[in-house]
């Protein structure tokens, strides 16, 4: 790919040199219509940016919570050794390659902006970022869009472990929205014209209600003004203000495209629902999605219905679910669920879990459709697709209806 691009941009500078006349502008559009369209994708959690319960490997016998105090902990040379190994193995071509093969046409790669413009005096280490233009290659190559989801801010956006540091809401402070913008121009100058990325995500989840959310919406117009002559979807979270809420926001904005993250797995009202409640919700929630005036995906979502899986909820730290998480109450058995493969989970969790994972393909497709989290773990069987897809849980290739066992579950 790069040799061809060289060749391009030579075309380009000897075009620039002639007496030719200067093109004319026009509108870009994203390489990808967001808005005729479905998304089905995937993310590729845990892969640049670390989390305990998707690699639980490299946080066993150490004291770190989360990337910041791992690479804290190793130091830079033992840090830049365990995480270039884990870089460069975790997601191959041969990934992109099976999702391909699975149906799916979008890809959303989270990364930290440690790995793109790092801060003085962090311990974090780069390298990642370097991979991240290979993994555009292998995307090209499968015939997959990209999605580059700037998935943690100077500061930390929501204070959670995915932000690349657990802990307190920092973001806005200081300069760190200044960092954030600079780390999201460096992405659009390096990537936003590459062939496959199609959508470039401002920020994952900015935690709004512990934000002030004019500063949220000043960064979103910001930044949206900065990609605005980019082929891409300029894609925004909602920031945990609700789904519908971005209605009167964005007039005149081209090529907006929302973001919401649903799970039912976080608090004891979700995890006490039944099954049948579960898909209700999903369904339902497809229907608010499609109301909105922007296209709208589900870019994260899950077929867990328990937060069993082991450190989902921090490292050593238990379950709602089971009541091992601070002072819950008990609502079921993690058996089967907190670890291991989906082969291994019960005939009920198996269905439950099935129906679940096709009331939101159903649900989400009401609206721009969806981008599940995540392709693989070591070891969480209600969120791993890989080893979901190959137990028959997850339906392939998702853009065929007849694979789907519950085909119309919304009514």
């Keep these: 790919m790069h040799g061809s691009w060289s060749s391009v941009a030579a075309i380009g500078l000897l075009a620039l040199s002639s007496n030719a006349s200067p093109l004319t502008p026009y509108k870009r559009a994203p390489s990808f219509d967001y808005s005729g369209s479905k998304v089905r994708g995937v993310n590729t959690g845990g892969w640049f940016v670390l989390e305990p319960w998707i690699t639980p490997s490299m946080f066993e016998g150490n004291g770190a919570v989360d990337e910041y105090t791992l690479t804290q902990e190793l130091g830079k040379d033992a840090a830049k050794s365990k995480l270039s190994q884990h870089w460069n193995s975790w997601i191959t071509q041969a990934d992109f390659n099976q999702m391909a093969a699975a149906g799916l046409n979008h890809v959303r790669i989270p990364i930290g902006y440690w790995s793109v413009i790092p801060l003085n005096g962090e311990p974090y280490v780069q390298g990642a970022y370097h991979v991240l233009g290979k993994a555009l290659d ?62 470039i995500e401002l920020l994952n989840e900015p935690m709004g209600p512990n934000l002030d959310m004019d500063t949220v919406r000043q960064f979103y117009m ?176 998702v853009n065929d209806p007849s694979a789907r066992k519950y085909s119309g579950i919304c009514g």
């Design 138 to 199: 292998w995307a090209q190559a499968a015939g997959l869009k990209v999605m580059i989801d700037l998935h943690g801010a100077p500061g930390s956006q929501n204070g959670f472990d995915n932000s690349g540091r657990y802990g307190s809401v920092q973001w806005t402070q200081g300069d760190t929205v200044a960092h954030t913008i600079k780390v999201l121009n460096k992405i659009r100058d390096d990537h936003a014209s590459h062939p496959a990325v199609s959508a």
């Design 222 to 397: 910001d930044a949206w003004g900065n990609l605005k002559n980019s082929k891409v979807a300029v894609t925004f979270h909602e920031a945990f203000v609700g789904v519908t809420s971005w209605n009167d926001w964005g007039a005149g904005m081209a090529n907006l495209l929302l973001d919401t993250h649903h799970y039912e797995v976080f608090n004891a009202d979700q995890l006490g629902m039944s099954p049948d409640e579960h898909v209700k919700a999903a369904c339902d929630f497809g229907g608010q999605m499609a109301s909105n005036n922007k296209p709208t995906i589900s870019g994260e979502w899950t077929g867990g219905i328990t937060d069993c899986a082991k450190w989902l909820n921090g490292k050593n730290k238990g379950a709602r679910y089971d009541g091992t998480f601070e002072n819950a109450n008990k609502i079921g058995s993690c058996a089967g669920k907190s670890s291991g493969s989906v082969a291994n989970l019960s005939s009920d969790d198996k269905s439950n879990i099935g129906r679940f994972i096709e009331a939101q393909l159903e649900g989400y497709e009401k609206g721009a459709g969806w981008i599940f989290w995540t392709w693989k773990t070591e070891g969480a069987p209600e969120w791993d697709m890989q080893d979901l897809m190959a137990n028959g849980l997850f339906p392939k290739p």
